[in-house]
Nanobody, 122 residues
Framework: QVQLVESGGGLVQPGGSLRLSCAGS????????MGWYRQAPGKQRELVAG???????KYADSVKGRFTISGDNARNTVYLQMNSLKAEDTAVYYC????????????????WGQGTQVTVSS
């Protein structure tokens, strides 16, 4: 079965950086739109960043200019570089794969990773 495995989460101070990775098995990333979602306690899961099968990127307004999504199709891996982290970025971050022909959103996701915790705190 398809597996998406995230890594790279952890505890970081405000202003710091983290790089999340998502490695896939039994899935060809180039055929999907890949995304990173996050969910904080008591909040809905939200799209943080996405990259289409053609390489077009999309970002939540709250992370524009600070986060960068990228993909390596040869390695079947997608990354999320997070800079200038803030306390409000604290959440569980999930890797996702959806059809490239549907609009971004959690209901369109076909596959989810297990999530990785990101905590921004001094």
């Amino acid at each position: 079965q398809v597996q998406l495995v995230e890594s790279g989460g952890g505890l970081v101070q405000p202003g710091g950086s983290l790089r999340l990775s998502c490695a896939g098995s039994r899935i060809i990333f180039s055929l999907y739109a890949m995304g990173w979602y996050r969910q904080a306690p008591g909040k809905q899961r939200e799209l943080v960043a996405g990259i289409s099968s053609g390489g077009t990127t999309k970002y939540a307004d709250s992370v524009k200019g600070r986060f960068t999504i990228s993909g390596d199709n040869a390695r079947n891996t997608v990354y999320l570089q997070m800079n200038s982290l803030k306390a409000e970025d604290t959440a569980v971050y999930y890797c996702s794969a959806q059809s490239p022909f549907t609009a971004w959103g959690p209901t369109a996701v076909l596959y989810w990773g297990q999530g990785t915790q990101v905590t921004v705190s001094s």
